[in-house]
């Protein structure tokens, strides 16, 4: 039978439980352990990738959780942990382009065999592999070629922000770029916290593809700030990839992610005058100082590069959910925030389905004020840019 599971697919690991950095950006509390059990405990998600589990202390550490019986190989593909967790092990690699670029892309895998096959396949183009998301020197073509061949899956990591996001600097077209050979084994592409359905679906050749909303998180608090609902009938390896491909009724019901406007990249800012564009998509140039030392917006980015002037959703397309992770929402400490994990388990729990007698009964009105206000969609937001995230904007809570 179907049913309905939660997905991050997108987590980063900080550190080994012995203390070796892994992702150098990601916090050092962020261990294998400590994200598995957030990941079940308080966020809610049945489905989590890690993305640097291609760096070989990692890998040992995964492995040993199978030698300890703390988690097994499922059949159908993927690790179980505690008998409460898929884990699709992956990486998150750094390609550089023919013209320079440097890109991201994710690569799962279904098994650790073949997760250390390819490691070992990409610690050959790395200056440290025991270091995550490092500049490796192959284009994504190759890469590609080399994932697959071993039977994983390659996919565009946050697709759209300026830096490393495969649009925001490196192509207008992705075909393009890897050849329509290659394209083909392209089912899904990762939106980024500053992009949403409406955004991407500006571009003729996602139509076809499965788009993803994940956490990117590098701190434990950010796991799950979004996610995606898979229909599948377990959830395993083969089961995921049958959602992504759209096959057997298996499909994403819904992506809940960020409004856009949050993300860290939404609009164009200016690197002179520091300030956030405001006017009407695409804004290349600064229209305060006219400065083109900018950092070009994911909007303004789709605006300049898209098809169509308004966005056209393919049949498939489900639903994109915004919502406001409790981090972000004004006024709510950590006191309030492990009160309401107490009384309703998740986050998940918290922001979609709690009641409003209850939440007022946990943590009072105001709070639940906030809570069922974002919800609705009814906040304030200043917009996010240049690397600075959006904000909620409090006053009309009586909040800062
Ligand atoms: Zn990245
Ligand atoms: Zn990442």
């Not at 967790?85 to 690699?93: D, S, Y």
Request: net charge negative.
């Amino acid at each position: 039978m179907l049913a309905e599971y939660y997905g991050d697919l997108h987590i980063h690991i900080g550190r080994t439980q012995e203390g070796h950095p892994v992702k150098v950006t990601a916090s050092r509390t962020q261990t294998l352990p400590c994200v598995f059990e957030k990941a079940v405990a308080e966020k809610g998600l049945h489905i989590i990738g890690i993305v640097d589990a291609a760096c070989p202390r990692l890998y040992l550490e995964l492995a040993g959780m199978v030698e300890k019986g703390d988690a097994r190989e499922l059949a159908g593909g993927g690790l179980c942990y505690r008998d409460r967790l898929t884990v699709i092990p992956g990486a998150e690699v750094e390609t550089t382009e023919e013209n320079g670029c440097h890109t991201h892309w994710l690569a799962f895998f279904p098994s650790l065999e073949m997760l250390r096959e390819f490691s070992f396949s990409l610690s050959k183009h790395l200056t440290n592999p025991e270091l995550s998301t490092q500049p490796c020197h192959l284009p994504a073509r190759v890469l590609l070629r080399e994932v697959t061949a071993v039977g994983g899956i390659f996919f565009p990591a946050h697709a759209f922000t300026p830096h490393k996001g495969v649009y925001g600097q490196c192509t207008r077209r992705i075909k393009e770029l890897l050849g329509s050979e290659y394209f083909q084994s392209i089912f899904v592409l990762e939106l980024g916290l500053s992009a949403d359905t409406d955004m991407a679906d500006h571009l003729e050749e996602l139509a076809n593809l499965t788009f993803l909303s994940n956490s990117d998180a590098h701190s434990l608090r950010n796991i799950g700030r979004e996610f995606n609902v898979f229909l599948l009938e377990e959830p395993s390896w083969s089961e995921l990839i049958k959602a992504f491909k759209r096959s057997g009724g298996r499909r994403v019901v819904a992506n809940y992610g960020l409004n856009p406007k949050l993300g860290k990249y939404h609009r164009t800012f200016c690197l002179s005058c520091r300030r956030i564009a405001t006017a009407d998509p695409p804004v290349l140039t600064c229209p305060h100082c006219g400065s083109e030392h900018v950092v070009k917006g994911v909007f303004d980015r789709i605006a300049e590069i898209g098809d169509w002037p308004e966005p056209r959703h393919p049949e498939h397309r489900p639903p994109y959910n915004y919502q406001v992770p409790l981090s972000f929402l004004p006024g709510i400490g950590a006191k309030t925030v492990r009160r309401l994990l107490d009384r309703f388990g998740s986050e998940i729990e918290i922001l979609h389905r709690a009641s409003r007698e209850d939440i007022v009964e946990a943590v009072g009105l105001r709070v639940a004020e906030v809570i069922l206000q974002a919800r609705a969609g009814n906040v304030t937001i200043r917009t996010g840019g240049g690397g600075t995230y959006g904000k909620v904007m409090g006053e009309e809570y009586g909040a800062v």
